[in-house]
């Protein structure tokens, strides 16, 4: 067979296999998820960071016939991609077409015959049901070398790819990340559909969220690890820098990538506000700034994704906040470790103690508070559970005062809290922070031997 027909069988392969495993498999390759931001509720339960004012974006909770351009970070980079669009938080099915990706140039601007169109099992019109997400099928990105050399794939790490779509009509609630940490862009109600475009002047509009897509893979060797970091505000990156991508997650792979190449990739599943068994139901009627508890989002937000082989967790500190019994969040942990390890035996888990809050509003900021964390921090260590520990507590908190240490505490992202008037609330730490909390992860107790 010639090379040219070969080629041309392979790409007729994965064309065909939609939203499954890719046939390339066999060839010693698999998908692997690059970027992922858990859908957390429906628009506007959250809480979104540096948030421009949606007024006029979103005058009801909907989207209106309207293009949105959504920057995102793979951790992984490679020819071939798919995205997962969701509509979980909807109450009425929602219609997407005109979609695109193509590399980020600036802003929503970008670079020139990148962009390339998505389709969905053939079709460049997807309408997903509530309580759906659904795949794309798989989209070449020509401007991706085949096999990258080191220092293509270096020049990669740090672009961005830019998800364009159009929803028909109304959507009604909107499926969304609140804190994104990035910059989006969206046009004007009722302005149509733009999404081919690769220049920005119909998209006016910015926002630091992510509306209905919560995942994207990438093809990559069989090899390849998945590290998904799963918790709160604080895995989310409240308080570090918009569009920094210094997040503790982001400071972790960095330094898998330094160590392992683009063998181990890391994505974020952290919502702000999120506990580990706090609310008892979750629905899109009755939403909670937090998202649904840990214990009932880990099939979506961790077994969904692709490739998983490690999980670094960090979350409790507002089940502490909320008053709930340490025994309860006790079980919870153990809960969200058995649903791991039946799902996938060879999971590794590491954990992370959780860092101070004295000193912050509300009852969160007690020496009463203080306590608890100081009692579930002890069992996260001593329990057995993991095949790692992390002291976050210890490299976040200064020892004479049981407090975050002062360096950490100003906010990089907003300046002074409007609620306090404090710089920093005493629970998020700042860019640095973070630095010092990615760089005390022991990299070796999340990847598997090569």
Not at 228 to 233: F, I, K, M, N, R
Request: net charge negative; hydrophobic share 40%.
């Amino acid at each position: 067979m010639r090379a040219s027909t070969l080629r041309a069988c392979l790409l007729m392969l994965l064309f065909s296999v939609g939203i499954g495993q890719p046939a390339s498999a066999q060839f010693g390759q698999k998908w692997i998820t690059s970027w992922a931001a858990s859908v957390q509720g429906p628009y506007p339960s959250g809480s979104a960071v540096a948030q421009p004012d949606l007024e006029f974006v979103f005058p009801t909770p909907s989207a209106n016939d309207q293009t949105f351009r959504l920057i995102v970070h793979p951790d992984l980079w490679s020819r071939w991609t798919r995205i997962r669009f969701s509509n979980v938080w909807g109450t009425q099915p929602v219609t997407f077409d005109a979609a695109f990706v193509g590399l980020q140039k600036i802003g929503a601007v970008l670079q020139d015959g990148t962009n390339q169109p998505i389709t969905f099992n053939g079709s460049r019109q997807l309408t997903v049901q509530p309580g759906q997400s659904v795949w794309s099928d798989p989209v070449q990105l020509p401007f991706v070398p085949a096999t990258p050399s080191g220092v293509e794939r270096k020049f990669f790490e740090g672009r961005k790819l830019a998800v364009s779509f159009h929803v028909v009509g109304q959507s009604g609630p909107m499926t969304w990340h609140a804190k994104a940490m990035t910059t989006n862009y969206v046009s004007n109600p009722g302005s149509g559909s733009f999404g081919k475009q690769e220049d920005d002047k119909n998209l006016p509009n910015s926002t630091t969220s992510w509306y209905f897509i919560d995942a994207l893979d990438m093809l990559a060797p069989a090899e390849t690890q998945l590290v998904v970091a799963l918790g709160d505000s604080i895995t989310d990156g409240t308080s570090s820098t918009i569009n920094g991508d210094d997040r503790w997650p982001d400071v972790l792979a960095r330094r898998m990538h330094e160590k392992y190449g683009p063998y181990v990739v890391v994505v974020n599943e952290g919502i702000g506000g999120n506990q580990i068994v706090g609310p008892a139901t979750y629905t899109p009627a009755t939403p909670a700034s937090g998202g649904p508890a840990a214990v009932q989002r880990v099939g979506r937000d961790v077994l969904s994704l692709s490739g998983v082989t490690a999980v670094i967790f960090l979350d409790g500190t507002n089940d502490v906040s909320a008053g709930t019994a340490v025994s309860a969040i006790e079980a919870g942990i153990q809960n969200v470790v058995a649903q791991l390890r039946a799902a996938i035996p060879h999971i590794r888990i590491v954990a992370g103690t959780i860092t101070s809050e004295l000193g912050a509003a509300g009852f969160g900021g007690t020496p009463a508070a203080a306590a608890e964390r100081l009692t579930l921090n002890a069992y996260i260590e001593s329990s057995g559970l993991f095949n790692g520990v992390v002291d976050f507590y210890t490299v976040t908190t200064d020892p004479t005062t049981g407090q975050m240490m002062p360096q950490f505490v100003p906010n990089t992202s907003t300046g002074p809290n409007p609620a306090t008037g404090a710089v920093g609330d005493y629970i998020h730490p700042n860019r640095a922070g973070y630095l010092a909390m990615g760089y005390a992860i022991k990299l070796s107790e999340l990847v598997r031997p090569f």
